[in-house]
T-cell receptor
Framework: DAGVIQSPRHEVTEMGQEVTLRCKPISGHDYLFWYRQTMMRGLELLIYFNNNVPIDDSGMPEDRFSAKMPNASFSTLKIQPSEPRDSAVYFC??????????FGQGTRLTVV | SQKIEQNSEALNIQEGKTATLTCNYTNYSPAYLQWYRQDPGRGPVFLLLIRENEKEKRKERLKVTFDTTLKQSLFHITASQPADSATYLCASPPLGAGSYQLTFGKGTKLSVIP
């Protein structure tokens, strides 16, 4: 398996634009997590899914953020409209039968 | 409120010495703790898991302890090498959460000096 795949690796966008981050989890994993990492706040859980159903989105900072998982092999995190304070590295992770989380390479988002 | 904390942002040690990193938790009792390694520009990679009823876990040069009295986990790297330089994160399920959900400490950046 290629592991968790995220795209794009880097994204630079202007304030106010819509940004869509993509994730393909490891095949067979039931859980998918979206995290955001900054120097100030570390790695924060935004939302997670179990069997494609959102379970806890309490970490989503505001209504500008939304996430979907239309099937077991694909998830998106959308920010609309984007703001400079959204600049961070966004990670997707998936988990199978045990609790070990497998992370993707991350998407470095810069909003100017 | 519950917290998981890694008090040292950075740790510098000489090659060959044992590195010891600390993870403290407050106001909850996690069922397990995990440790991850993160290299620059990459996602965290799982290293070890230790459950609350386990005192110690080992994997090659790595050792993790879990002290529920002190509310602390220690992560040791023996015979450290420059290749061990990375940021190490501890994580646990937060109180009341499903066991698959994780809260992470901010990490300790380890530098092993040749």
């Amino acid at each position: 398996d290629a592991g968790v795949i995220q795209s794009p690796r880097h994204e630079v966008t202007e304030m106010g634009q819509e940004v869509t981050l993509r994730c393909k989890p490891i095949s067979g994993h039931d859980y998918l997590f979206w995290y955001r990492q900054t120097m100030m706040r570390g790695l924060e859980l935004l939302i997670y899914f179990n069997n494609n159903v959102p379970i806890d989105d309490s970490g989503m900072p505001e209504d500008r953020f939304s996430a979907k998982m239309p099937n077991a092999s694909f998830s998106t995190l959308k920010i609309q409209p984007s703001e400079p304070r959204d600049s961070a590295v966004y990670f997707c992770a998936s988990t199978g039968r045990n609790t070990e989380a497998f992370f993707g390479q991350g998407t470095r988002l810069t909003v100017v | 409120s519950q917290k998981i904390e890694q008090n040292s942002e950075a740790l510098n040690i000489q090659e060959g010495k044992t590195a010891t990193l600390t993870c403290n938790y407050t106001n909850y009792s996690p069922a397990y703790l995990q440790w991850y390694r993160q290299d620059p520009g990459r996602g965290p990679v799982f290293l070890l898991l230790i459950r609350e009823n386990e005192k110690e876990k080992r994997k090659e040069r790595l050792k993790v302890t879990f002290d529920t009295t002190l509310k602390q986990s220690l992560f040791h790297i023996t015979a450290s090498q420059p290749a061990d330089s990375a940021t190490y994160l501890c994580a646990s399920p937060p109180l009341g959460a499903g066991s698959y959900q994780l809260t992470f400490g901010k990490g300790t950046k380890l530098s092993v000096i040749p």
